[in-house]
T-cell receptor, first 114, second 112 residues
Framework: DGGITQSPKYLFRKEGQNVTLSCEQNLNHDAMYWYRQDPGQGLRLIYYSQIVNDFQKGDIAEGYSVSREKKESFPLTVTSAQKNPTAFYLC?????????????FGPGTRLTVL | GENVEQHPSTLSVQEGDSAVIKCTYSDSASNYFPWYKQELGKRPQLIIDIRSNVGEKKDQRIAVTLNKTAKHFSLHITETQPEDSAVYFCAASPTGGFKTIFGAGTRLFVKA
């Protein structure tokens, strides 16, 4: 299960708090992604980054922020503006350019709002 | 915008039977079609993929077919086993692009 890691595995947030989810990869991949998964649902793209110091909004970016200061790291901050953040968050990475490369997923962080 | 539709959303089969999951994509620039399996509470993992220059690919009990003209691709699992029970996602990725568009998933139940 090495290669891409996420922490913590479980996270509890009080209303009004910002929390940051960690994602680290040692696969030397250029592209990294954050997805949100709600129970029984598919994967919805929050943000993605093609290279260091660059990132783009996905389909549901409101209430989230990211940074990409290092190739290995792509942390996601869930801000207080995200009104319903309880979900399973998956980070992924992909190597190379073009469209042929699979995405490798981290083990996920389950966020619960108290 | 780009979209991948996946059917059925739930599929229940008897152990030993075959299972078929179908997907349709909208972006004609898509040329890479991976399939992921996600067990409960775990990460999605790639089980098979197909590129646009190939019509069919097999790996033991699983196979994928691609019809680029119709923008359809399918996953076939033969001789299903209880451990095949999981959620399966299809996806499509366009040439030169970094975004992968996922289907909504199919929950497969294999009854022993």
């Amino acid at each position: 299960d090495g290669g891409i890691t996420q922490s913590p595995k479980y996270l509890f947030r009080k209303e009004g708090q910002n929390v940051t989810l960690s994602c680290e990869q040692n696969l030397n991949h250029d592209a990294m992604y954050w997805y949100r998964q709600d129970p029984g649902q598919g994967l919805r793209l929050i943000y993605y980054s093609q290279i260091v110091n660059d990132f783009q909004k996905g389909d549901i970016a409101e209430g989230y922020s990211v940074s990409r200061e290092k190739k290995e790291s792509f942390p996601l901050t869930v801000t207080s503006a995200q009104k319903n953040p309880t979900a399973f968050y998956l980070c992924a990475s992909r190597g190379g350019g073009g469209g042929y490369n699979e995405q490798f997923f981290g083990p996920g962080t389950r966020l619960t709002v108290l | 915008g780009e979209n991948v539709e996946q059917h059925p959303s739930t599929l229940s089969v008897q152990e030993g039977d075959s299972a078929v999951i179908k997907c349709t994509y909208s972006d004609s620039a898509s040329n890479y079609f991976p399939w992921y399996k996600q067990e409960l509470g775990k990460r999605p993992q790639l089980i098979i993929d197909i590129r646009s220059n190939v019509g069919e690919k097999k790996d033991q009990r699983i196979a994928v077919t691609l019809n680029k003209t119709a923008k359809h691709f399918s996953l076939h699992i033969t001789e299903t086993q209880p451990e095949d029970s999981a959620v399966y996602f299809c996806a499509a990725s366009p040439t030169g692009g970094f975004k992968t568009i996922f289907g909504a998933g199919t929950r497969l139940f294999v009854k022993a």
